[in-house]
């Protein structure tokens, strides 16, 4: 995969009076599993075929033109002969824009609570020199693993569920039983005031004739040995090898779709009374710093989601659900079967 380019940010204040540059590492991989995900969405790319990231060019402002961008691409290789994009906007860099303020506040040279925007822009890589190669030489090619796709039709999944959230378009729909949510809730009020979770199985569908991939959750395992606290949570390798063997015994080829886990948020906000807890920003679609990098780290599959199952002060434990949307973790809807 050739990236030939640094990628840097500018930021201003609210007055357009500039902050300052700061260099990005950026972590593409969500990129490119969006992007070989839409390929299959698509149509592009069918079962059984592979993608492979050829290269990322950034896509320069259609104005001002380089070195400042609009966004960038990903190109694909489909069994390394067809070729297929998708374009991502700098919308990409927003968390490193903030990671990046953060460090200026540090250093004094913006205020805390201050508005700043960004502008990207990429400039070519020095030369860099390459080691000398040794007598023993790879070639690592990337290959995506082939997801087993069930065709079935979208319409009747359709008619035996209602929406939870927003229904967007960029997202591939998701399927999951009541079954589902009633033993999330029951596991998160045992747990009190620890935070707990499970995987989240089934199978990826297709309707050929809708044109779309849509996931269908057939069950939740309880993550009994996660490590967990009020705060955090854990999968330890027992987790998984509990989940395969859950998987094989059940004989129906689930695969993992992503995960859930509950926000002790009674515990959190102990503290403050009902009213302010049930308008606090954690008790429903928060997603901590900590729960983006366990999703990025085990979940950076496309099509793949997180529940929160929120424990506030109410009668009943409320849901939000997480997914894959250009390459950042954004809420979605999610579909409850009946
Ligand atoms: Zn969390």
Redesign the pocket.
Known sequence: MSNEYQYVLELFREDNTPVGRAEIIVDWEPAEEWAKFAALRSGLLSDGETARVLSIDPVWHREVGEPLLDGFRVNLAINGSRGAATDFTTDYFHRLALQASTAFIEKGRLAKGENIHYVAAAFPQKEIEQPEASGLQFTVEEVAPVLNIIESSLGLFMENSDLMGEARKEDAPVFIPRQVFEEASAITRQAGAK?TGGILIGHLRRDREAGEIFLEVTAQIPARDAEADL???KFTPEVWTEVRAAIELRRRGEIMLGWW???PVREWCRECPVERQQKCAMASE???A??RH?HRTIFPGAHSIAL?ANDTATDEVTFSAFGWRRGAVEPRGVYIVR
């Open positions: 935070e705060t955090s949570l886990h509950s926000h928060f997603f901590s900590h729960d366990l929160v």
